[in-house]
């Protein structure tokens, strides 16, 4: 493996472009499904508004500027749970993607509904700049993206929370940080934002809940793929390594005949060397899409199929072996998994246009709709301040991706998408990254009243504030300093949905940290404002309702720092055999790494 990292260098944090991107299409924050709401216990007087109603706020366009004038922002919002002046509000984002469908976030089965209900809160989901409805202008050309930076969506949340008239059902209720505590939410990317306000502006909001949050740009992120090959299954990645190996040595070092009966394996003999080692990156890419709930919904996934197919010998049964089938039987197999897969299946008739990247003039680059499908403002963002693209190692790494994917080929996609503005993107990224990890402080954050969480699987552990390195710099003490807390055996945003807590107490455990702790900080804000109303004391918890499976929801109360089990009965008897099945697929040897039973969880101290 590669030598230790110093603060010094620059390091990465992931997304890649349009269709792999494991923050697109198959999000782990997709909305829960729409579910009318029950009747509130602690509704406001009024009636309360239709949670999945668009409300608009006009947002300043340029924030250093502000005589550029404005666009309209969408929002939704809830004052289902309001009890009153004085009482929190709880805003988040969807971050890169339309705000379509994240109302269901304000109601049941998210961690901010949680939140609405044990604080007696109001709920807003603030659409980000330049995704769905809140495009300041109708093209996505350079010069139009100029304003879509990290900087102006945190002053977007300042200038909403200090500016808004929210539609109260109630009236005209004010709202302002001066006379109301907001608290601010997010992962994965949101999470970044969370972080990075509440550090600039520590008295803008009671609290902040960062989870799963890249706070460290970097060009060269192949560091995402070490979490993925320490959690998945041993036999498939030591497979995989070897596969890789083999491809690598190939493509460097093969003749003309040999590389393309290799890519003719894939079916992908068409494509350039670094567009063919990009694709083989799928089915890998979506092992940061793994929920707790993913093995109860469909037994299995689409990652743990793929490392099946990668372990069936010759007389099709699994190879259980931790060293795996071997070569050339991986290499076989993997390339029969991939021709299988549901994303070569759409590809196949489009070759090689659906992986290539070679041709600057291909739909994919020259699309400037907002609404487009080819990801072209989060391209910007990542081309201009973030990076976070999935490399591979070098070919001294034991690594399950090709070194054949370098930071030029994402620089070569940065100069396509966006050639007028070749003077915005750096040749190798080191201005741009380097100057977003001084401005915004990455590892070195200091924010006050920040509640932060990660997975131990989780690909991006190693641009947040929990990196894998850090065990190596004790004297950093970043987790003494930040309220950090790391979900074993967890991935991508595992504390965000609720269902995720009922199967697994180690996430039960941090949700309910979570809101103790921010309530805690409620506490003090209301401290700190004596002629505020403080109605915390009188917020509901969760109980009874009923989720999308029938499944009672578990109790998450912020008044008792217990965690309630009301699944127990239809939940417990089945926690050993579906840990234990968990384990085999994961190729865990070690007990101890089992995810802890519900009456093995310890009460909240």
Same mark, same amino acid.
């Not at 002629?531 to 004391?537: G, Y």
């Not at 999308?548 to 217990?562: E, F, Q, V």
């Given at each position: 493996m590669r030598p230790p990292i110093t603060l010094l260098q620059v390091l990465s944090a992931s997304i890649i472009f349009s269709s792999a991107s494991a923050l697109n299409s198959q999000d782990l924050r997709q909305p829960s499904s729409l579910r009318t709401p029950e009747a509130p216990n602690h509704a406001s007087p009024a009636t309360v508004n239709e949670y999945h109603t668009e409300y608009y706020f006009h947002q300043l366009i340029d924030h250093e500027n502000p005589s550029l004038g404005t666009f309209k922002q969408r929002y939704f919002f809830s004052d289902q749970h309001y009890r009153g002046p004085g009482s929190p509000?709880?805003?988040?984002t969807p971050g890169e993607k339309s705000a379509d469908g994240y109302h269901a976030d304000l109601t049941e089965g998210s961690i901010m509904s949680a939140m609405l209900e044990n604080w007696g809160a109001a709920g807003v989901v603030l659409e980000h700049r330049y995704w769905g409805k809140s495009s300041p202008y109708d093209t996505l050309t350079a010069k139009n993206l100029t304003f879509l930076t990290v900087n102006q969506a945190i002053e977007d949340y300042k200038y909403f929370v200090e500016n808004v008239d929210l539609p109260w059902a109630s009236g005209g209720l004010q709202s302002t940080p001066s006379v109301t505590p907001w608290v601010n939410i997010g992962c994965s990317y949101p999470g970044l934002l969370v972080a990075f306000t509440q550090e600039k502006y520590p008295d803008l909001f009671a609290a902040g809940y960062a989870s799963s949050a890249p706070v460290n740009a970097d060009g060269d992120f192949w560091e995402y793929w070490e979490p993925i090959e320490e959690g998945m299954p041993k036999n498939c990645s030591a497979d995989l390594s070897e596969a890789v190996a083999h491809i690598d040595k190939v493509l460097s070092t093969g003749t003309t005949i040999e590389v393309?009966?290799?890519k003719r394996k894939f079916g992908l003999q068409v494509l350039a060397n670094d567009d063919f080692a990009y694709a083989l990156q799928y089915p890998l890419n979506t092992w940061q899409d793994l929920q707790a709930d993913t093995y109860s919904r469909e037994l299995t996934s689409g990652f743990y199929k793929f490392c099946d197919t990668i372990e069936t010998k010759a007389d099709n049964t699994i190879n259980m072996d931790v060293r795996g089938v071997g070569m050339p039987l991986a290499l076989e197999n993997w390339a029969k998994a991939f021709k299988a897969s549901a994303r070569y299946k759409e590809c196949r008739s489009i070759l090689p246009a659906c992986f290539s990247t070679a041709n600057p003039k291909a739909e994919k680059f020259t699309v400037k709709e907002v609404l487009d499908q080819h990801s072209r403002a989060w391209t910007w963002m990542l081309c201009t301040q973030l990076g976070w693209f999935q490399v591979g190692g070098s070919s001294l790494d034991s690594s399950i991706v090709s070194s054949q994917v370098t930071p030029a080929y994402f620089q070569r996609q940065c100069s396509n998408y966006f050639p007028?503005?070749?003077?915005?993107?750096?040749?190798d990224f080191s201005d741009p990254i380097g100057k977003f990890n001084r401005q915004f402080e990455g590892w070195n954050i200091m924010a006050e009243r920040l509640f932060v969480v990660n997975g131990q699987f989780d690909p991006w552990r190693s641009v947040s504030l929990s990196p894998l390195w850090?065990?190596?710099y004790p004297e950093l003490n970043i987790e003494d300093i930040l309220d950090i807390h790391v979900i074993p055996n967890a991935t991508h945003c595992w504390d965000y949905r609720l269902v995720n807590g009922e199967l697994d107490p180690n996430v039960k455990k941090v949700q309910t940290k979570a809101l103790v702790r921010i309530r805690e900080w409620l506490q003090d804000w209301y401290t700190s404002h004596p002629?505020?109303?403080?109605?915390?004391?009188n917020a509901a918890g969760i109980s009874g309702k009923e989720n999308? @499976?029938? *499944? #009672?929801?578990?109790?998450?109360?912020? @008044?008792? *720092? #217990?965690v309630s089990t009301d699944l127990k009965d239809t939940f417990e008897a089945n926690l050993v055999d579906t840990v234990e099945a968990m384990a085999v697929m994961k190729g865990w040897e070690d007990p101890s790494r089992f995810p802890e039973t519900p009456e093995s969880v310890p009460p909240e101290q």
């Open positions: 509000i709880v805003i988040g393309k009966a290799l007028p503005a070749r003077d915005h993107i750096a040749s850090m065990d190596r002629d505020v109303p403080n109605n915390l004391s999308a @499976a029938g *499944a #009672t929801l578990n109790n998450i109360s912020g @008044a008792h *720092a #217990t």
